[in-house]
Every structure is written in structure tokens, then in C-alpha cells.
């Protein structure tokens, strides 16, 4: 197996645990805080889609599939680019308003699909590009890439988990 089949492998199992944790979920409970203070299954999914988005777009140099067409209106948001979740309060992660669990499908699939078109690409020289100085040392490639995943899989478990509260409570 070599570096692109390895990373391809690891972003191919995120669709289907995106889809289970809000396929059949009404709009009202993605927006749904299973308790005080914790994030949305909505909120979640959308959060680790604008990770995903944000990073890979930056590492291929192109714009974000959040600022094209009407993404941000089908969550009741701005097109901002810079708008990723990181950071945010309640009253932000509050006005995050997916209209449907389509609407989390339809934009991680894209988000997914330009990923998964770089992945194919990738050479294990690749890897060690830096392409974040910000940080010491200095962020490589194949860094930005175990993050992303780890990150997405972190927050899908807990949209799943955070599904399984609201659904019994």
C-alpha cells in the first residue's frame, strides 16, 4: 500500500460515519444541544466538514467549496471563509441551522470528493512539504493531512454519540 492508497483508505471511512450520524435526523434535532453546554449533531458535522474544507483547499491553493454556490445559506450562514467553528460560542454554534441532514450530506460529499481527487495524487515526497510556518517546527504535509483525519473522526464520534443522546432524550 503506498502513501495515497494509506490516506485514501483512512478519508474513505468518514462518509459513512458521516451519513450515520445524521441520516433520518429532523433539522430540529441536528440543532438539538444534548445537554448544556454541548455541541449539536448539526453543528459537529458541519464544523468537521469546514475543517476539512478549509485545510484541503488551502493545501491545493484553491477556494474553499463553502464560498461557491449557496452552501452557507442551506445552514443559515455567510459565506465567510474564515468561519470554521474553531473558537465559537454558544450563540455561534446556536446559529449554525442545517436545514436537513441532506444539506451535511450533499457538502461533506463534495468536500470529500475534492479530497479524495488530491489524495489520488499524492507521492510520499509530498509529505514532507511544509506548508505551515506558523508552528515550530514548521507544518508538513502529511502533518496537515493526520490532523484533518484525526480531527473529522474525533468529531464524527461525537456527532454519533451526541445523536444517540438527543434521540433518547
Known sequence: MDVSELLTETYDR?????????????????????????????????????????HVADLIGTEQVWTTGDWAARFGLTSDPGDTGYGHTAEQVAAVRPESARALLDYYETVH??????????RPADLDRVVDEAWDPPVTLGVRLVSVA????????????????????
Open 14 to 54: 468518514l462518509p459513512d460515519l458521516v451519513r450515520a450520524a445524521v441520516d433520518g435526523l429532523s433539522p430540529e434535532q441536528l440543532r438539538q444541544a444534548p445537554g448544556p453546554g454541548a455541541n449539536p449533531v448539526g453543528w459537529l458535522v458541519w464544523h468537521l466538514t469546514r475543517v476539512q474544507d478549509d
Open 113 to 122: 470528493a475534492r479530497t479524495r481527487d488530491f489524495l489520488a495524487g499524492l
Open 150 to 169: 484525526e480531527d473529522d473522526l474525533q468529531h464524527v464520534g461525537q456527532a454519533a454519540y451526541a445523536r444517540g443522546l438527543v434521540e433518547v432524550g
